[in-house]
C-alpha cells in the first residue's frame, strides 16, 4: 500500500506539478473529517480510500480480482498523525481470520492526504501556466478545470473550489496519451466512525521503530528536540565556532578514557580523499591522508575548540582501547550559537567498538560550554 502512494507522490513530483498553496491561502483550511474514494493511477485497476477523522487516518487500497487468476486483494495502514506512525496489515479475505501479518513504521510529510495533492498544483495557477478552461461537473461534484503547459509538460486539472480539492489530474507530453494521475470517484465529509481507526489484534504486539528524535532521546536522556545529527547536510551558510566533547550515552557525562581527535577540513567532497589510520597495541591511532591531521594536543577539560571550520570536514575520533581503531565521519557545520556544542555520544562508554553519533545541541542544557 505505501508503495502505490508513494509512486502518486513521485508521479506528481516527477512531472514537475507544483502545489495549489496560493488557493489554498485564501480558503479555509482543508477538513479533518472525510471518506475520500479514487481510482489508483496506472493500469492496473483499483480504488485508494482514505478516512480520517482529526489525528487519526486510514487508507484502504482494494484490487479485483484479475482474468489471469490472482485473488482480490485489500491492504489497510492506519496513520497517526500526531505520533508520526504507521500500521499497515493485509486482511484475509475470511474475517474470521486475523490478519497474517502486520508491519509498524515512521513516516513524515505526504501520508496520503487527498488535500495534499491539490496544495501541489496551485503555484502553477498563480504563474498563469494553469488558466481557466471551461466547468465541468465530474460524479456529481461542480468543478472548474485549468488547462496549460507546465515545465515542459501538459497538464489538465478539475478542481473543486467549494471544497479546496482536485477532483481529477492528467498529464501528458508530447505525443503521449494522457495519463491520469488524480481520479477522485467519491467524497463525503461526514466524520467516518471511531471504529474504523482501531488497530486489529495481529497489530497489537507489533511496534513501529523509534523516530530520530525518540533516539536521540534515549542517547542522551534529554529532548530529541534540543539536538541535530551533525552528518546531515547542508551545513550552515553563516560561521561559527564549535567545541567537540565526547560522552557517554544515557548520562551524557565525559568519558574518562583517553581520546584522540583529527580534522580535515580540506575534505573535498567531490573527490574525497584515501585515509589511513593506523592503531598501536595499546589503541593508540595514526592518522594519515588528505589533509587529516590530529589535534588530540588541543583537549582541554575533556574539550576540543575548533575555530570556524568550513560548511563540511572529516572528523576522526578515537576513544583508546586496545584492538579499536579511529573512525572517521563527515561533519556538516550546524552553528546555533557563536560556540555551538558537538558531542561524540558514545554508546557504550567500556567498549568504544561499539560507536557513537555525532550531535549537536542546539538548544537546551547542552547547548553551553560547561564551565571549567
Not at 503555484?123 to 471551461?134: E, F, H, V
Not at 551533525?230 to 551545513?235: F, R, Y
Not at 585515509?275 to 588541543?298: K, P, R
Request: charged share 15%.
Amino acid at each position: 500500500m505505501l508503495s502505490t502512494r508513494m509512486l502518486s507522490a513521485r508521479m506528481l513530483s516527477t512531472f514537475g506539478i507544483l502545489a495549489f498553496t496560493s488557493l489554498l491561502l485564501a480558503q479555509t483550511p482543508p477538513p479533518t473529517a472525510y471518506t475520500i474514494t479514487s481510482a489508483l493511477p496506472g493500469s492496473d485497476p483499483g480504488t485508494m480510500t482514505v478516512y480520517r477523522s482529526g489525528s487519526m487516518a486510514l487508507t484502504e487500497i482494494n484490487r479485483p480480482a484479475k482474468p489471469d487468476g490472482t485473488a482480490a486483494s485489500r491492504s489497510l495502514t492506519l496513520y497517526d498523525l500526531k505520533a508520526m506512525t504507521s500500521f499497515s496489515w493485509n486482511p484475509a479475505t475470511d474475517p474470521a481470520v486475523t490478519p497474517a501479518s502486520c508491519s509498524a513504521g515512521t513516516f513524515s510529510g505526504d501520508w496520503g492526504n487527498p488535500f495534499a495533492m491539490t496544495a501541489e498544483l496551485s503555484a502553477s495557477i498563480a504563474k498563469g501556466d494553469l488558466k481557466p478552461a471551461g466547468a465541468e461537473t465530474l460524479n456529481g461534484i461542480a468543478t472548474k478545470v485549468y488547462a496549460g503547459v507546465t515545465q515542459g509538460t501538459s497538464v489538465k486539472a478539475w478542481f473543486d473550489e467549494k471544497d479546496g480539492l482536485v477532483i481529477r489530474a492528467t498529464m501528458s507530453a508530447a505525443g503521449a496519451a494522457p495519463m491520469t494521475l488524480v481520479d477522485i470517484r467519491k467524497v463525503s465529509f461526514t466524520p467516518p466512525p471511531v471504529s474504523l481507526f482501531a488497530l486489529p489484534a495481529g497489530c497489537a504486539s507489533v511496534k513501529p521503530p523509534l523516530t530520530p528524535a525518540q533516539v536521540i532521546a534515549a542517547e542522551t536522556g534529554d529532548s530529541g528536540d534540543n539536538f541535530v545529527s551533525a552528518i546531515l547536510g547542508p551545513g550552515s551558510k553563516n560561521s561559527c565556532s564549535i567545541v567537540v566533547r565526547v560522552v557517554a550515552a544515557k548520562t551524557m557525562a565525559a568519558v574518562t578514557r583517553r581520546w584522540q581527535i583529527a580534522i580535515d577540513t580540506t575534505y573535498n567532497i567531490d573527490s574525497p580523499p584515501a585515509y589511513s589510520f593506523g592503531v598501536g597495541n595499546d589503541g593508540t591511532a595514526t592518522f594519515s591522508g588528505g589533509g587529516l591531521h590530529e589535534i588530540s594536543s588541543q583537549i582541554r577539560n575533556d574539550m576540543v575548540r575548533i575555530d570556524n571550520p568550513p560548511a563540511y570536514f572529516n572528523l576522526s575520533i578515537n576513544v583508546v582501547q586496545p584492538g579499536h581503531g579511529a573512525g572517521s565521519a563527515l561533519i556538516y557545520r550546524q552553528c546555533f550559537a557563536p560556540v555551538t556544542m558537538l558531542y561524540y555520544v558514545l554508546k557504550n562508554p567500556n567498549d568504544p567498538g561499539e560507536g557513537g553519533d555525532f550531535l549537536y545541541a542546539k538548544s537546551g542544557k547542552y547547548a553551553s560550554v560547561p564551565a571549567r
